[in-house]
């Protein structure tokens, strides 16, 4: 992005006037009051456009729909990390129930809590709320593609499409016909 060149020239021509007074008085007290009229004249004289899309560009205008997948993603992600977690303190052996899941769950909030108000509602869909059908009472299948376990998936599609996660946090949007091919 290229800046406005009577904006650049601005603020080149008010920093040489700051540096020429510096150098008629080299105090530190002119120093610092040279430096402080130069911020107010900097500040003061910004155009009006330029505030207008700085305050939009933090307000984040337009980005709530990505914002939401993200969290979602960010959501089954960590659903996907933590049941590697749950194997890895449990010797390779997967959660019986979801009861146990959450009950492992409860015990470490600080890895959920700001994603769901509760570890059993961490093992709810993001985008439906509807539950997850997560892997219980054996071990999660190999993919056939040499790929990590897939451990989650949502029980119903969003827009035709389910998420799905495996166990290091990779989250994948798949269609109906192919549940079968990760999931057996």
């Not at 992005?1 to 007290?29: E, G, K």
């Not at 093992?123 to 997850?132: C, Q, V």
């Amino acid at each position: 992005m290229r800046l406005d060149s009577s904006f650049t020239s601005f603020f080149r021509s008010d920093a040489l006037a700051f540096m020429a007074q510096l150098s008629d008085d080299w105090r530190p007290s002119a120093a610092r009051s040279a430096l402080t009229a130069y911020r107010r004249r900097a500040l003061s004289d910004l155009p009006l456009g330029l505030l207008v899309a700085g305050l939009l560009l933090i307000a984040g205008c337009g980005t709530a729909p990505a914002a939401s997948s993200d969290r979602a993603t960010d959501h089954m992600k960590v659903v996907g990390l933590l049941y590697a977690e749950y194997l890895a303190s449990h010797s390779g052996a997967a959660p019986a129930n979801q009861e146990s899941l959450v009950a492992f769950l409860e015990r470490e909030p600080a890895n959920w809590n700001k994603l769901a108000p509760s570890a059993g509602a961490l093992l709810n869909s993001p985008r439906d709320g509807k539950p997850l059908i997560v892997v219980y009472g054996k071990k999660p299948a190999e993919p056939a593609d040499g790929s990590l376990p897939w451990v989650a998936y949502e029980s119903e599609t969003v827009d035709g499409q389910r998420m799905m996660v495996n166990l290091r946090g990779q989250v994948r949007q798949i269609g109906e016909q192919e549940i079968a091919q990760y999931f057996p």
